[in-house]
């Protein structure tokens, strides 16, 4: 028997309904195969958009099984939409121990989640019950004019001064 991995990206809207995980567990099984290593690595982030998807989910699973028995596999990811990319590479050894892959994923979520609860503001339990300041513009009085119409009129007479 040959050891295998098969990494798979599923479309991130499809991948809830879709069960082509355990289809591919199962299958495995049933070709009298042995899983060494199983994976639901999550939601990451594509290098470039497919299918203008900009997120995939990530599956990867090692196991062992005779090449013959290799075509059944491939099969289950021929002809599935869900798809948009997968890779089926033959390993020299077992890998048992959890990918470089899940611990990134893994690090950048504790990460995105440490710095979302640092940026979440504080709330006072003790609310404010001060209403704000508003400040009101100040009132024309009556009988005086306005800078505007002042400049006009000094303009004016300025003009006056200079023909007489």
């Given at each position: 028997?040959?050891?295998?991995?098969?990494?798979?990206?599923l479309?991130?809207q499809?991948?809830?309904?879709?069960k082509?995980?355990?289809k591919?567990?199962?299958?495995?099984?049933?070709s009298?195969g042995?899983?060494?290593r199983?994976e639901?690595i999550?939601s990451?982030?594509?290098?470039?958009p497919?299918?203008?998807?900009?997120?995939?989910h990530y599956?990867?699973?090692?196991?062992?099984?005779?090449?013959?028995e290799?075509?059944?596999?491939?099969s289950?990811f021929?002809?599935?939409?869900a798809?948009?990319?997968?890779a089926l590479?033959?390993k020299?050894t077992?890998?048992t121990e959890?990918?470089a892959?899940l611990?990134?994923?893994k690090e950048?979520q504790?990460?995105?989640?440490?710095?979302?609860?640092?940026?979440?503001?504080e709330?006072?339990e003790t609310?404010?019950t001060?209403k704000?300041?508003i400040?009101?513009?100040?009132?024309?009085v009556?009988?005086?004019?306005?800078t505007?119409k002042?400049s006009?009129?000094?303009?004016e007479s300025?003009?006056k001064?200079?023909?007489?």
């Amino acid at each position: 028997m040959n050891q295998y991995e098969i990494v798979f990206i599923l479309n991130p809207q499809q991948s809830a309904e879709s069960k082509l995980f355990e289809k591919c567990q199962e299958q495995i099984k049933s070709s009298k195969g042995l899983i060494h290593r199983t994976e639901d690595i999550g939601s990451r982030d594509l290098a470039y958009p497919i299918n203008d998807c900009n997120k995939g989910h990530y599956f990867l699973i090692n196991f062992e099984l005779e090449p013959s028995e290799l075509v059944n596999i491939e099969s289950l990811f021929k002809f599935n939409e869900a798809i948009l990319r997968s890779a089926l590479v033959k390993k020299r050894t077992i890998e048992t121990e959890p990918s470089a892959l899940l611990t990134q994923t893994k690090e950048k979520q504790a990460e995105t989640k440490k710095y979302s609860e640092s940026r979440r503001p504080e709330r006072s339990e003790t609310r404010s019950t001060e209403k704000p300041e508003i400040k009101e513009a100040p009132k024309k009085v009556e009988g005086e004019e306005s800078t505007e119409k002042k400049s006009e009129a000094e303009i004016e007479s300025s003009k006056k001064s200079e023909e007489g």
